[in-house]
Nanobody, 116 residues
């Protein structure tokens, strides 16, 4: 079963940038579509970006043009470069398969807080 470890979050001012990393265990990483999800307080978890094994990407409208998802299959790692952050981006960010398995075990996530 795939295990996921997110890192790179923190506190940043509006307009700032962060780079998130997610290391996925298991031998099937290279053949799976991966994505970044986020969950803000009081809201449902939402998918903000996804990337196929071949590198095709899709972004949610709220982050399009500001976020970039990428992957390094040799390192079993997916990244999320976040630029021009605003307070609405504040959330816990998670990585997982897209679509995620019905009974998936989520990682601990990494907290992103955008505040002045």
């Amino acid at each position: 079963q795939v295990q996921l470890v997110e890192s790179g979050g923190g506190l940043v001012q509006p307009g700032g940038s962060l780079r998130l990393s997610c290391v996925a265990s298991g031998s099937i990483f290279s053949i799976k579509t991966m994505g970044w999800y986020r969950q803000a307080p009081g809201k449902q978890r939402e998918l903000v970006a996804r990337i196929t094994p071949g590198g095709s990407t899709i972004y949610a409208d709220q982050v399009k043009g500001r976020f970039t998802i990428s992957r390094d299959n040799a390192k079993n790692t997916v990244y999320l470069q976040m630029n021009t952050l605003n307070p609405e981006d504040t959330a816990v960010y998670y990585c997982n398969l897209v679509p995620y398995p019905t009974y998936t075990t989520w990682g601990q996530g990494t907290q992103v807080t955008v505040s002045s």
